[in-house]
């Protein structure tokens, strides 16, 4: 049987009238007790008129530590690919910034039900995020965006298949006499950034090369990380730099232009992702492009899919290496060393 | 520029006539040379006008190795669920079955050009396969159910997860007690039973258990299979068999009456798939669920965006672990000794 208000009410032990407020917004009540309203609610499975009427219409996009407003950023054509599908079968989609104090506001669940959603797709969440801890046991459909999340059937993943992009980037460098490669990763903390790391150590040891603690670090997708680990990786005698993402490798462009060394003669460099920028900056930047319009799309099917029960555990895209002017040749000599 | 039929004649050094007659199927010229034209056509990129008019037009669903024509059978749902996404977008479908001489016959390219088929969906390949070759470099939009080719933008993945799956059951075997766990999978030189391999020795580590060799085996997906290989895994004191598939399933449930076992008193037993064979038999089966259904509507998904450029590389399913009467608490000694 359904829950009702009465049950919600004999639950806290307060009157109807308290719970019906607290359901409905009523300014009346203190927000602490209008929260735990919504939480227990939620917990007894409990949906007003309003949100079941709304509840087939609306989807949301929640985006953290990701940038979206201008075409240049990461996140606007994975919004607008989603946005472009889920129209097509009259969705509502709002798109909301999140932060770690927003997650501790309110909880997941509570927050999804408040507002009506039939599901999310979370872009951009870290692994200790609170949120995440609560999306990992919801049964609310979510699809996330480079984060997995194992046995949940109301969860899925969406994201590139990082293993092979590395893998292609890896392999030309190779070709090209490259032997200390370095990578600059995203964050740690992120399941993405352990699969890329996996990969990359992989590959270096599948084409038959030393692994070397002093090539890799991570960068947290800011370009400024370049400053701090850069100087290292050059010291260490890397000829070839691979970089979690385009921004990261702008920055070690310009620590190389400090440095005196010129890119692709002295060192070359490989971003992650494709975004504008990389035919923006001089050289071109050689990149591991994923096509985030499909991504967008794909978690828009997926997100699809949870909500009508077939729960799809991953959906993975094919990468491309797009080789610009960034990469050339190996000097015979560390790059480092070359120019001093 | 498009290659035209003279193109053809003057790379093979025969008539403008003799091409159009190979092209279009017409008696009197040999086999061996109307397939040469076909395969020249094929590499030189030409389409006569059938083939275009039709290509937007025909799917095509190959099969081997797997029954789908009752509705018992692993691959009726798998067509079915395909079949109904397909049809909504007007494609038409044909169901082809292959083996190894009809491979041997005609190239893959040259048989999917021939009929005017836009993409194909291959189900029960095997990794030696003449065909799965030519696919791991086809330009034709493919999707393979449980076969995995990387690198190749135009082929896709479609399958559950079976890692998921394996440790689901495995994880409900060690709660009740079992210790040595065996794995009678299905076919050897095949990507889905390598996985699934992999994924039974990690759980069984996972778990804290020994990996003992003389508790795996390949059933080849056949019922008989148990007759040689179970006697071996009672013998090594094994009190739970997990089963490649139902069929297997249900082989090891005639050995284990012939020795005098009860199942799940004496032994526990575990499927994959659930197909309508786990709850006719008595007791009935425990199994790692795919959902064929859904799985045939993910392949129609990935071909399709394949077949729009959208590279998709692999789209998995959840398993679900479905707890029936052939599982129980592992007895104190193994059954084998029980039962002497």
Redesign the interface.
């Known amino acids: 049987m359904a829950t009702t208000i009465k049950d919600i009410a004999s639950r806290l032990g307060v009157a109807v009238s308290t719970v019906s407020k607290g359901l409905n917004g009523a300014p009346d009540i203190s927000e602490d007790l209008r929260q735990l309203v919504l939480d227990t609610a939620v917990e007894m499975g409990y949906k007003t008129k309003k949100m079941r009427k709304e509840e087939h219409k609306k989807l949301v996009i929640f985006v953290e530590n990701m940038e979206f407003a201008d075409e240049e950023d990461f996140g606007h054509d994975l919004i607008l690919g989603f946005q472009q599908m889920a129209y097509r079968d009259n969705w509502t989609v709002n798109v909301v910034r999140v932060n770690s104090n927003f997650q501790s506001r309110e909880k997941y669940s509570t927050y999804m039900l408040k507002h009506g959603y039939s599901g999310a797709f979370a872009m951009g969440f870290a692994l200790q995020d609170l949120w995440m801890k609560q999306i990992s046991k919801t049964d609310i459909p979510t699809a996330l965006l480079d984060n997995y999340v194992?046995?949940n059937?109301n969860v899925g993943y969406v994201g590139t298949?990082s293993d092979?992009g590395i893998n292609?980037a890896v392999k030309q460098l190779v070709k090209l006499g490259h032997k200390r490669i370095a990578f600059l990763n995203g964050s740690p903390n992120s399941w993405v950034s352990d699969r890329r790391q996996e990969a990359y150590e992989n590959a270096i040891k599948e084409n038959g090369l030393e692994l070397n603690p002093a090539l890799t670090a991570y960068g947290y997708y800011v370009a400024d990380s370049a400053r701090y680990h850069v100087p290292g990786m050059l010291k260490a005698g890397a000829t070839a730099i691979l970089c979690g993402n385009d921004l990261i490798a702008s920055g070690v462009y310009e620590v190389c232009e400090k440095e005196g060394l010129k890119i692709p003669e002295d060192i070359s460099v490989i971003g992650f992702d494709d975004i504008p920028l990389a035919t923006e900056i001089s050289p071109t930047l050689s990149t591991i492009r994923q096509?985030r319009l499909?991504l967008g799309?794909?978690a828009y099917?997926t997100l699809n899919?949870l909500i009508h029960k077939?729960?799809?555990?991953?959906?993975?895209?094919?990468p491309?290496f797009i080789e610009r002017e960034s990469i050339a040749k190996a000097s015979k000599h560390s790059a480092l060393k070359e120019s001093k």
Request: with cysteine.
């Open positions: 194992p046995l059937r298949d092979e292609l096509d499909e799309k794909c099917f899919s077939v729960s799809i555990s991953k959906t993975m895209l094919r491309e």
